[in-house]
C-alpha cells in the first residue's frame, strides 16, 4: 500500500513549455485534489475531482488542466508554463468529504512535486 | 471571502515548553477544522480533526486543539515540545461540508531550542 504518490518529484520547465504532473493512490479514493504551496501562502487548492470523470475548479484554477479517466490517477496539466507556476505541487485524495466524523474523509497528501519554471 | 488565518509565521520554544499555535478563520456555520504538519520536504501529515461534539480534540503526537465557536478560533497545544516536533503547521478549514475543498492557513514554522 503506497498511499499516494507523485511523479516527477522535481522538474525544470522553460516558459512555454508543457508538462504532466501524475498523481496516483491505491487507496480507493473518490476524491483527489491538486494543491500548489507557495511561501507565505500556505497550500491554495488548484482543481479537484469527487469521482472518476469529473472534475472541477478550485481557488486557483488559470493555467492548469485536469483530468480523471481513472479513480486512481489525477493528472495535472500545464499546456503553456508561466515563471508565476513555479511552486510545490501536492496531491490529495480522500475516501469521501463526507463529514460524518469518520476515517473516510481525511485528505491525505503526496510527498509533493517541485517545479521550476525559467 | 472564506479565510483562514494562522498569525504566527514563526515560533520559537525551547524543548519541554508548552506549545500553542493560532488559527483563526472567517465567520460562517461551524466548519470542519484540521491541523496538518508537514516536515522538511514532505508532503502533509494529518495531527487531528474538528467535525462536532466535544471541543477539545486530542491528536497524534500528543497534540490536541480546541474549537472556540465565540472566537472563531482552533488553537493547536502541546504541553511539552520535543525537538522532532520542528516543522511546518497549518490550519485547514472545510466550509463547504459536501466537497472536501479545503482552505489553508499560511502555516507557522515551529522551530524548538535544545
Known amino acids: 500500500n503506497a498511499g499516494v504518490t507523485q511523479t516527477p518529484k522535481f522538474r525544470v520547465l522553460k516558459t512555454g513549455q508543457s508538462m504532466t504532473l501524475l498523481c496516483a493512490q491505491d487507496?480507493?479514493?473518490?476524491?483527489m485534489y491538486w494543491y500548489r504551496q507557495d511561501p507565505g501562502m500556505g497550500l491554495r487548492l488548484i482543481h479537484y475531482?469527487?469521482?472518476?470523470?469529473?472534475?472541477a475548479k478550485g481557488e486557483v484554477p488559470d493555467g492548469y488542466n485536469v483530468s480523471r479517466l481513472k479513480k486512481q490517477n489525477f493528472l495535472l496539466g500545464l499546456e503553456s508554463a508561466a515563471p508565476s507556476q513555479t511552486s510545490v505541487y501536492f496531491c490529495?485524495?480522500?475516501?469521501?468529504?463526507?463529514?460524518?466524523?469518520?476515517?473516510?474523509?481525511?485528505?491525505?497528501f503526496g510527498p509533493g512535486t517541485r517545479l521550476t519554471v525559467l | 471571502a472564506q479565510s483562514v488565518t494562522q498569525p504566527d509565521i514563526h515560533i520559537t520554544v525551547s524543548e519541554g515548553a508548552s506549545l500553542e499555535l493560532r488559527c483563526n478563520y472567517s465567520?460562517?456555520?461551524?466548519?470542519?477544522l484540521f491541523w496538518y504538519v508537514q516536515s522538511p520536504g514532505q508532503g502533509l501529515q494529518l495531527l487531528l480533526k474538528?467535525?462536532?461534539?466535544?471541543?477539545l480534540v486530542q491528536g497524534i503526537k500528543g497534540f490536541e486543539a480546541e474549537f472556540k465557536r465565540s472566537q472563531s478560533s482552533f488553537n493547536l497545544r502541546k504541553p511539552s515540545v520535543h525537538w522532532s516536533d520542528a516543522a511546518e503547521y497549518f490550519c485547514?478549514?472545510?466550509?463547504?461540508?459536501?466537497?472536501?475543498?479545503?482552505?489553508f492557513g499560511q502555516g507557522t514554522t515551529l522551530q524548538v531550542k535544545p
Open positions: 474538528y467535525f462536532s461534539g466535544d471541543t
Open positions: 465567520y460562517g456555520a461551524t466548519p470542519y
Open positions: 475531482s469527487v469521482g472518476e470523470g469529473t472534475t
Open positions: 487507496m480507493n479514493h473518490e476524491y
Open positions: 490529495a485524495s480522500s475516501y469521501s468529504s463526507i463529514t460524518s466524523g469518520s476515517s473516510t474523509d481525511t485528505q491525505y
Open positions: 485547514a478549514v472545510d466550509f463547504s461540508s459536501n466537497t472536501g475543498k479545503l482552505i
